[in-house]
């Protein structure tokens, strides 16, 4: 099931941005971005307390943005 919500993805994807390549690019740099706002959400947070972090992986989270059409994309 899994390689199922993959290509879906990708179908999906294929109609955001045409250059499969150039997509994975802008989501990897997205999900750079996304770990190291978790990461110095940690670093700040004190050990006593809870913070709410997405759940998702941040790859999966980049790709979901760039096909909801929130990352602008450069040309």
Do not use: Q, T, W
């Given at each position: 099931?899994?390689?199922s919500m993959a290509?879906?993805?990708l179908d999906e994807l294929d109609k955001v941005i045409k250059?499969?390549?150039a997509a994975v690019i802008?989501?990897?740099?997205?999900a750079r971005r996304i770990n190291a706002e978790r990461v110095a959400k940690?670093?700040?947070m004190?050990?006593?307390?809870e913070i709410d972090i997405d759940p998702r992986k941040v790859t999966t989270r980049?790709?979901?943005e760039l096909?909801?059409?929130k990352i602008k994309i450069g040309r």
């Open positions: 099931m899994g390689g290509r879906v993805k250059n499969r390549y802008v989501a990897a740099k997205r940690l670093e700040l004190p050990e006593n307390d980049a790709i979901e096909i909801d059409g």
